[in-house]
């Protein structure tokens, strides 16, 4: 993304924050496809993306309470930092249940789900290059949403499957919270388009 600002920009900030997303996603994508072995140091480069979002996260949130003037909504710029952030925290999150756990090959919906996250982000890092062009802008929006909407659908349908009797009631209880987690980071997208699409739509 070409961001015609200073380094220290609200604007080039939050983009610096979202060009995290996918590559966050891709990892944990790739954690989930892999082995148990090579789980725990894709964890620790998680970590270190987590860490390193926060400080980025920070920094934005430094520079937007010290301008006078800001270029959007502060409700709106707050909004969508905080759930990019939140994003990559999450991730973070279900990948360190899934080496704590010590969980082994993961159910296909657990994978889908991964992809479509993946998906989201990177939709996400496009959405933000349109933020003045609300036509477009609202098109990207709409596959986030309907991403975050098959999301819902398949996070059912793996509940169900969990509590058919076929896992056992332990092995059940682990995947449904790394599943509750996959479905928060989902969330956490949903809502940072949406604030986005208001801002767009603001513009």
């Known amino acids: 993304m070409k961001i ?19 590559v966050a996603a891709q990892l944990f994508l790739d954690a989930v496809e892999s082995g148990k072995k090579k789980r725990p140091d894709m964890l620790e480069e998680l970590h270190r993306m987590e860490q390193k979002a ?4 920070l920094k934005f949130l430094d520079k937007v309470g ?13 909004a969508m930092a905080e759930s990019a952030d939140d994003f990559i925290d999450t991730l973070d999150h279900a990948l360190d249940l899934i080496v704590r756990f010590e969980l082994g090959s993961l159910p296909t ?14 939709k996400s ?16 929006w709409q596959e986030i949403s309907d991403l975050e909407n098959a999301m819902d659908v ?18 059940a209880l682990r995947l449904k ?18 604030s986005l699409a208001r801002t767009g739509i603001k513009e």
């Open 54 to 57: 926060d400080e980025q996260h």
């Open 4 to 22: 015609k600002s200073k380094p220290d920009a609200i604007d080039f900030l939050l983009a610096k924050l979202v060009e995290q997303l996918p």
């Open 177 to 194: 919270n790394v599943a509750d987690a996959m479905e928060k980071a989902a969330d956490n997208l949903d809502v940072f388009a949406r």
């Open 109 to 122: 919906s657990f994978e889908e789900g991964a992809y479509d996250l993946l998906l989201m982000a990177e």
């Open 154 to 171: 398949r996070y059912n349908e793996t509940i169900a499957k969990l509590y058919s009797g076929d896992f056992e009631v332990f092995e």
């Open 66 to 78: 010290d301008s006078f003037i800001t270029p959007f909504d502060r409700e709106d710029l707050f």
């Open 125 to 140: 890092v496009t959405a933000i290059e349109l933020i003045k062009k609300p036509k477009k802008l609202r098109a990207t």
